[in-house]
């Protein structure tokens, strides 16, 4: 069976889940729920697009974001690949920890925005794991019930299109604890959820991004021009050249790893595209990028100068 497109667009709407390889355990311990979580932060920060809801089960996790731009694909390759990295590091493996492609659904938010919400923070109830979804600790449900903010997700968005108040959500949700409800029973061609109109409009922009390859050629070109102002900003505070950076093979190489740690963090190149830059393979792009981690939360140092270098070109 082919496997569904991945319609990009600017404000696109998604329920996003991936399963661990085998439906075997991807946290098993209060840090690597934490870590993840780290990770959705930090791809907020880098891809800027909306969190509206998640809960991290212990074989699988759910997510209910809204892209600012198309750039669905970046998002979760970043989230997912940043997680098999701690997760294989941490333990000393190596290979999958998801089970293949993350699966997403292109969804009506104005038809299933509340069901959605409540279908994914009813999961760790019907998984008997709580009787209450309040009780679970690793979803946003509290979020939405308290008054306090969860960092992670967009409450002033929330607010925008749960339209309930906070004791009505709640009861909206309990309801749901008696009834089985499935809301992806209407899914059209596998990855589009919405009402008639919403379908047609959706199908009208997956004919034009095929077609478009300009916009493509554009996004590559932006692309290239945040990897050389990282670079640069490296370059300048280690005083090196470009050419001497990117090629440099004498151990330590901390400006190197620096550098690639940054570019892989706030650009959305791949793997790839960044080892072409710094002439290594693509499967050392995430060993390095996780060894920067681990030195910045061992080194003083280290975490200065990143954070320093951060400060200057995210401002």
Known sequence: MARPYRLQGENFFYHITS?????E???????????????????????????????LMPNHYHLLIETIQPNLSRIMQYINT???????????????VFGGRYKSIL???????????????????RAKIVDNPQGYKWSSYKGYINKSRDKYTDKEQINKHLGLKISQYQQFVFEGMNKEV???ENIYAGFILGKTVFIKDKLRNLKEQIANEEFAYKKVLQRDIEKKEIIKLVCKKY????????KMKNRPMMEKKIAIYLIKRFTSLTNKEIGEVFSIGSSAI??????????????KGVKSDVEGLISRFSA
Not at 107 to 125: A, C, G
Not at 239 to 246: S, T
């Open 19 to 23: 399963r661990g390889d085998n439906r």
């Open 286 to 299: 995430s060993k390095v990028a996780g060894d920067v981690e681990k030195l910045m939360e061992s080194s």
């Open 25 to 55: 355990k991807i946290y098993t311990g209060e840090s690597d729920y934490k870590k993840f979580l780290g990770y959705l932060q930090t791809a907020k920060e880098k891809y800027k697009f909306y969190c509206y809801a998640y809960v």
């Open 239 to 246: 005083r090196k050249g470009v050419d001497e950076l990117c």
């Open 182 to 184: 499935n809301p992806f």
């Open 82 to 96: 940043a997680y098999t990295t701690y997760y294989n590091i941490r333990r000393r493996r190596v290979g999958h």
């Open 107 to 125: 969804v009506d938010k104005d038809s299933y925005f509340l069901e959605l919400t409540r279908y994914i923070h009813l999961n760790p109830v």
